[in-house]
């Protein structure tokens, strides 16, 4: 079977993870807080590339984005930052914030929208279902960041039982060999990586 085949429009969603202005714009969060967002453009660009690509081929492109609420902060994890020396610092991706806000492709009223308070975008989420509900067994994933919560959703998403596939070049990181050290890390275990244009040619062809 070749890359169209396994991708095909009829088994295959498109997830976008977290392409929010915290993680991504120079006045964001992460940008202000002195992180590498070099990487961040390209991916975006990418990412916007492919959302064009599955709508033309009646691939479903669905959204993860992170939100954080006051009331949604655990002991575990106000423990957690306060062991890390980050208690002061404010959540990211606070809901009603500009921070939150998605940066490159936009959701389209028909487009489902999964918001979550942890990196993976199946935690609690209803994506799982979702996913059942329109009979979807294959995964292709983009979006920020590769280490994290990109890492996250691909593993969750192999133990479920779904085909995984990452752009690799619709990914990004703050730095290099973490992105880098995630695709190996992720190819190895649970998931198949090809170029954005590679996908956007398989699924032009249908």
């Not at 169209?4 to 295959?12: E, S, Y």
């Not at 002195?34 to 599955?54: E, F, P, Q, T, V």
């Not at 920020?144 to 133990?159: I, K, M």
Request: glycine share 8%; with cysteine.
């Amino acid at each position: 079977m070749s890359l169209r085949d396994w991708i095909a429009p009829a088994r295959t969603a498109l997830l976008l993870v977290d392409m929010q202005v915290d993680f991504a714009e120079p006045d964001g969060a992460m940008g202000k807080s002195g992180m590498d967002l070099s990487m961040i453009g390209a991916a975006i660009r990418n990412a916007a590339m492919l959302a064009d690509a599955a709508r033309g081929a009646g691939v479903p492109c669905l959204f993860a984005r992170l939100i954080t609420r006051q009331s949604d902060e655990t002991d575990l994890l106000r423990e957690w930052k306060r062991r890390r020396g980050t208690d002061g610092e404010a959540p990211l991706c606070q809901e009603g914030t500009r921070g939150a806000a998605f940066v490159g492709p936009q959701p389209r009223a028909d487009e489902a929208v999964f918001s979550k308070n942890r990196y993976d975008a199946f935690s609690g989420t209803g994506l799982d279902a979702h996913l059942r509900g329109i009979k979807r067994d294959t995964l292709v994933i983009a979006g920020l960041t590769t280490e994290c919560c990109v890492d996250s959703t691909v593993r969750d998403a192999f133990e479920r039982d779904y085909h995984v596939f990452i752009a690799a070049d619709a990914v990004a990181a703050y730095e290099k060999d973490l992105h880098a050290g995630a695709l190996k890390a992720l190819e190895l275990n649970c998931a198949i990586s090809a170029s954005s244009a590679e996908i956007a040619a398989a699924w032009k062809i249908m």
